[in-house]
């Protein structure tokens, strides 16, 4: 909200995927946000970084290079200083890379927590608690998703 004011963006919209994996794009709030931009609704797209729009480089590009621009959707991904309205920007250069980080990052996360839930299965440990509805702790927290317009 504090960017979009700064930098003069009307009437902000909200899309949040909290708790649902970055790794997929079939999130309720990126699907509301890419009706809303197929609807022609959006004008311009923010999210915090580029991982915010998804962990999977080859999506991640699919809809910064082609879904967007063809849909006259400017994109910004603040913290990484990618913004579509000047290709010709260095920052932009690198938006594969770190895409393809972000989607390494999500895989190795993702390891890393298979390889200690595995032994402690193996062990009889229990993996899951049930508590006031909602299962485990969510591991996947710090990959919850916001997408702002």
């Known amino acids: 909200m504090q960017y ?8 902000p ?4 995927d909290d708790g649902v994996s970055g790794v997929t794009y079939d999130r309720p709030g990126f699907q509301a946000m890419l009706a809303e931009i197929e609807a022609g609704r959006v004008a311009v797209a923010i999210t915090k970084d580029l991982s915010r729009l998804g962990r999977n480089s080859a999506l991640t590009g699919l809809y910064t290079n082609f879904t967007f621009p063809q849909n006259g959707v400017r994109f910004i991904a603040i913290n990484d200083n990618y913004d579509t309205i000047d290709p010709n920007r260095v920052d932009n250069d690198f938006a594969g890379i770190k895409n393809w980080f972000n989607e390494f990052y999500a895989r190795d996360t993702s390891r890393k927590i298979r390889a200690v839930q595995k032994p402690k299965g193996e062990r009889g440990v229990w993996l899951h608690c049930i508590m006031g509805g909602f299962s485990q702790w969510h591991i996947n927290a710090p990959l919850q998703k916001r997408l702002i317009f």
């Open 13 to 16: 919209t909200f899309f949040v």
């Open 4 to 11: 979009a004011r700064e930098h003069h963006f009307p009437n």
